[in-house]
């Protein structure tokens, strides 16, 4: 469910009434993703869940509520043996305190980094951080944190990511590195541009740090070759797929991905690439107002085949046929097979 969803209309506060509905949904979200075998779930985001003493006060209450909600948030996660990994853009400010993390992108690096500190020795059960450079809020965006485009060259991303990375290796959690980017600066093109890749990358590494790359060399969309980025260093890579597909109606109507993803899990194969797992997009993400929650309301049937097919590919070996026999035979579906089979 969209954290949105749970706000009141002032100052991004969580909504009281609502919470116990959104609490029972995330449980059920967590149960049937923990039953197809996922292990993982990502949350929004660093930004409500870090706390400073350097923060005005209204910044800490906002923070205090956060903190309380997530809390719980973790513990459903953990119940069904879900690890958490928390997100974040690079970087944010709270309106009340628009330079509380300093000006220049030194010190505002070091208070990211003590912000992930405070996040991990807070809540032990968080296993890791999700980063993303290349996107931020948009100017319709009124929430009390906004996040801006900070960082413009491969070398002042690395800056971050080195910062962030000493935090994780001492606290022996995952940092996860995105190289998803809209265009902006000269570390715009890092989704594809080797040199952009190699200047961020190379010579980083550690058991703590993973990349994360979407399937093609730029969005969502359908049809395009492999990102060649899973072949270049050392590093292990994570492949970003997306069941909801925003391109296509985020489940509106059919659009199904089994064909495309068995393929580029040939070639990940026959490349030698080091992949460490998948990233399933099923829940947000995207541009449009289209609503349908996965597994929390019986509304996403396309979406929960693509997150089902997906894992059955990468986990388990299927072929993307099996994959979708699977998927009928668990939901009692037989039926739609010849359906979604081209």
């Known amino acids: 469910p969209h954290d949105r969803d749970v706000r009141s209309a002032v100052d991004g506060e969580i909504d009281a009434a609502r919470w116990p509905d959104f609490r029972h949904a995330f449980a059920r979200f967590c149960g049937r993703a923990a039953a197809l075998g996922y292990n993982a779930i990502t949350?929004?985001?660093?930004?409500?869940?870090?706390?400073?003493?350097?923060?005005p006060?209204?910044?800490?209450?906002?923070?205090?509520?956060?903190?309380?909600?997530?809390?719980?948030?973790?513990?459903?996660?953990?119940?069904?043996?879900?690890?958490?990994?928390?997100?974040?853009?690079?970087m944010f400010a709270h309106r009340d305190g628009p330079d509380v993390a300093g000006r220049t992108l030194a010190e505002r690096t070091a208070f990211l980094a003590d912000l992930l500190d405070d996040l991990y020795a807070s809540f032990p059960g968080v296993g890791g951080l999700v980063v993303r450079f290349g996107e931020a809020d948009g100017l319709d965006v009124?929430?009390?944190?906004?996040?801006?485009?900070?960082?413009?060259?491969?070398?002042?991303?690395?800056?971050?990511?080195?910062?962030?990375?000493?935090?994780?290796?001492?606290?022996?959690?995952?940092?996860v590195v995105r190289t998803w980017s809209v265009g902006a600066y000269r570390v715009g093109d890092l989704i594809w541009n080797r040199d952009t890749f190699d200047l961020l990358f190379r010579g980083?590494?550690?058991?703590?740090?993973?990349?994360?790359?979407?399937?093609?060399?730029?969005?969502?969309?359908?049809?395009?070759?492999?990102?060649?980025?899973?072949f270049r260093g050392p590093q292990r890579k994570i492949i970003e797929l997306q069941a909801r597909r925003e391109y296509e109606g985020c489940g509106e109507y059919p659009s199904y991905i089994g064909g495309d993803y068995e393929r580029y899990r040939r070639e990940l194969q026959a490349g030698g690439a080091r992949l460490a797992g998948i990233m399933v997009w099923c829940q947000t993400g995207g541009w449009t107002t289209f609503r349908r929650l996965t597994y929390v309301e019986d509304s996403s049937v396309w979406t929960e085949i693509n997150t089902h097919v997906a894992l059955r590919l990468f986990r388990d070996g299927m072929t993307a046929d099996e994959a979708v026999?699977?998927?009928?035979?668990?939901?009692?579906?037989?039926?739609?097979?010849?359906?979604?089979?081209?």
């Open 43 to 55: 949350l929004d985001d660093l930004a409500h869940l870090a706390d400073a003493s350097r923060y």
């Open 325 to 342: 026999d699977d998927w009928c035979r668990a939901t009692g579906r037989e039926q739609v097979a010849a359906q979604v089979r081209p």
């Open 142 to 175: 009124a929430d009390v944190f906004r996040s801006t485009l900070a960082v413009r060259t491969p070398g002042e991303a690395r800056q971050v990511i080195a910062a962030l990375l000493a935090v994780s290796e001492r606290h022996l959690r995952t940092l």
């Open 204 to 230: 980083l590494e550690s058991p703590q740090l993973i990349i994360s790359l979407k399937f093609g060399e730029s969005d969502f969309f359908r049809f395009l070759p492999l990102n060649r980025h899973f």
């Open 57 to 90: 006060a209204s910044a800490r209450r906002l923070l205090a509520s956060y903190r309380r909600a997530f809390g719980e948030l973790f513990r459903i996660a953990a119940c069904h043996g879900l690890r958490v990994l928390i997100t974040t853009d690079v």
